[in-house]
């Protein structure tokens, strides 16, 4: 019987990413009751994709990532005109201004924090079923 070799802090912290974004882009999606978060057109949740509004280093804010048409996060590259317009009325233009700066930050997740944000969504997205 072979031995398996421990797995590496970058390897588990990949992979919990990987489960993590599932979990959060299944919530995001859930949480829309299937609609766009842009242009409002009304869709199963599953057709939906979780748009950013600031691609990087946001993967896991619920104000940079919404549900969106395809249409809208596709196929006109994520119509980030009315995305900030919606998140300028929804938070407000100071809000918009923190989060632009919160992307200017390097954040490296570490595996317990992404535990953690795991542990959460899979219970988030228990209450909305």
């Known amino acids: 019987m072979r031995k398996r070799r421990p797995v590496s802090k970058q ?4 992979r919990l990413l990987k489960k993590l974004w599932k979990l959060f882009s299944i919530y995001v999606r859930q949480k829309s ?4 978060y842009i242009c ?3 869709k199963d949740w599953r057709e939906l994709d979780a748009s950013h509004y600031i ?3 946001l993967d896991f804010s619920e104000i940079n990532i919404q549900a969106c048409c395809r249409k809208c996060n596709r196929f006109m590259h994520g119509n980030l005109g009315r995305y900030a317009e919606r998140l300028i009325t929804d938070y407000g233009r ?10 200017a930050q390097v954040k490296k997740w570490e595996p317990e924090e992404l535990q953690e944000k795991i542990t959460y969504y899979t219970q988030a997205i228990k209450k909305l079923n």
């Open 94 to 103: 100071e809000r918009l201004v923190e989060l632009r700066q919160e992307a």
């Open 33 to 36: 009751k299937g609609v766009c």
């Open 55 to 57: 691609h990087g280093r």
């Open 11 to 14: 390897t588990l912290r990949e």
């Open 40 to 42: 409002g057109a009304k």
